[in-house]
């Protein structure tokens, strides 16, 4: 099976723009994850979303927003960027999303606001 | 809240010799326990999981960890450190019903000497 994959893998964007980033998860999983990583604050979680629901939210302001489609890619959405949303946000597939359950992550997407 | 601490941020091991990462977690039930690594660049990689049972898990790469109720511990070991070993190691915690989140600790930066 084909991993978790995301695009772009490298942006660069200006404060104050928006962007959007994809995830393919793997084939047959139905829950998607987003993680911010900073150096400063290490992985947190944004959300999770499951059968195009958002199921769980981190602690994340509303600039932060997602969906799932039908075929389980999911995007996630940043808007008005600021300096501080520069990282590497990854997400992770996983069939049903139980806590027990290993979250597979793609490479990430790096992004970098100026 | 749970919470996930790696105490080592950063550990330099001679090649060939044994490893130990710690961790310990804050949580009001028995956790689902993950261990991943990161190597530069990349998204996380599963190395091993601990729901229940046995509290001796093994693992990919020759990595194991053992779980320690009574320590809230959850600490990865290798018996011979290799040059590819090289890497940022995450502990992470997970809950049934907190679908799709783990909280992560802080990581540790693995360094191998030669």
């Known amino acids: 099976k084909a991993g978790v994959t995301q695009t772009p893998r490298y942006l660069i964007k200006t404060r104050g723009q928006q962007v959007t980033l994809s995830c393919s998860p793997i084939s047959g999983h139905r829950s998607v994850s987003w993680y911010q990583q900073t150096p400063g604050q290490g992985l947190q979680f944004l959300f999770e979303?499951?059968?195009?629901?958002?199921?769980n939210k981190g602690n994340f302001p509303g600039r932060f927003s997602g969906r799932q489609f039908s075929n389980s890619r999911s995007e996630m959405n940043v808007s008005t960027l600021e300096l501080g949303d520069s990282a590497l946000y990854l997400c992770?597939?996983?069939?049903?999303?139980?806590?027990?359950?290993?979250?597979?992550f793609g490479p990430g997407t790096r992004l970098l606001v100026l | 809240a749970q919470s996930v601490t790696q105490p080592d941020i950063h550990i330099t091991v001679s090649e060939g010799a044994s490893l130990e990462l710690r961790c310990n977690y804050s949580y009001g039930a028995t956790p689902y326990l993950f261990w991943y690594v990161q190597s530069p660049g990349q998204g996380l990689q599963l190395l091993l999981k601990y729901f229940s049972g046995d509290t001796l898990v093994q693992g990919i790469k020759g990595f194991e960890a053992e779980f320690k109720r009574s320590q809230s511990s959850f600490n990865l070991r290798k018996p011979s450190v290799h040059w590819s070993d090289a890497a940022e190691y995450f502990c992470?915690?997970?809950?049934?019903?907190?679908?799709?989140?783990?909280?992560f600790g802080q990581g540790t930066t693995l360094q191998v000497k030669p």
């Open positions: 979303y499951f059968s195009e629901t958002q199921r």
């Open positions: 992470a915690v997970g809950r049934a019903s907190n679908t799709g989140k783990l909280i």
């Open positions: 992770a597939s996983s069939s049903s999303g139980t806590g027990k359950e290993t979250q597979y």
